[in-house]
């Protein structure tokens, strides 16, 4: 069976597992945003950073990466991306249609935020998010490592997300 995840954030930049085919993608029903406190990978229990989930909203519609994980690698890339992505509790993980641009619908391995989870900080000011993103430090790396690694993969596919690129703009201000 076909295996596909849709990939928003991280793992445009950093699959972690051998890709067969990426096409651009939409996710009707969600959008990106920085709205998961980070404690792991991008930030601390004592100085949290933030990180990208998608966050349910009806009117809203993520464009991102479809990509089709490798033949025979399916079994082992789950388990990875369980390990990876799944390692708080804060993402749900769900098998959602996206809409590829060449017209194909596909179900694809994609993670959540769970609301209701201590993770979670919706609605956060853009400055306030910018203001985080550019202090926080976690497990693998400065969290400005992560937005401008998202920032400029998008731009490199020809994806625009306003809120994220002016996010990349306001943190090199504050980290120059």
């Not at 990106?32 to 100085?47: L, N, P």
């Not at 809203?60 to 509790?89: K, N, P």
């Not at 641009?101 to 994609?110: F, Q």
């Not at 400005?144 to 994806?159: C, D, K, P, R």
Request: charged share 20%; glycine share 8%.
């Amino acid at each position: 069976m076909t295996m596909w995840v849709f990939g928003y954030g991280s793992l445009l930049w950093n699959p972690g597992f051998e890709v067969a085919e990426s096409v651009i993608a939409t996710l009707p029903g969600y959008a990106r945003s920085f709205c998961m406190r980070s404690i792991h990978h991008r930030g601390t229990v004592d100085q949290p950073g933030l990180v990208l989930a998608l966050d349910e909203s009806v009117r809203s519609a993520c464009e991102g990466m479809a990509m089709r994980v490798a033949a025979g690698q399916e079994a082992q890339t789950l388990e990875y991306l369980r390990e990876r992505e799944l390692i708080s509790s804060a993402y749900v993980e769900k098998n959602l249609t996206v809409q590829l641009t060449d017209g194909r619908d596909v179900e694809a391995v994609t993670y959540v935020i769970d609301a209701a989870h201590d993770q979670y900080c919706g609605g956060l000011p853009l400055e306030e998010q910018a203001q985080i993103i550019a202090r926080a430090v976690g497990g693998r790396g400065p969290n400005t490592e992560y937005l401008i690694n998202t920032a400029v993969h998008l731009s490199e596919v020809g994806l625009h997300d306003p809120a994220l690129e002016w996010l990349h703009d306001r943190v090199k201000a504050l980290t120059s």
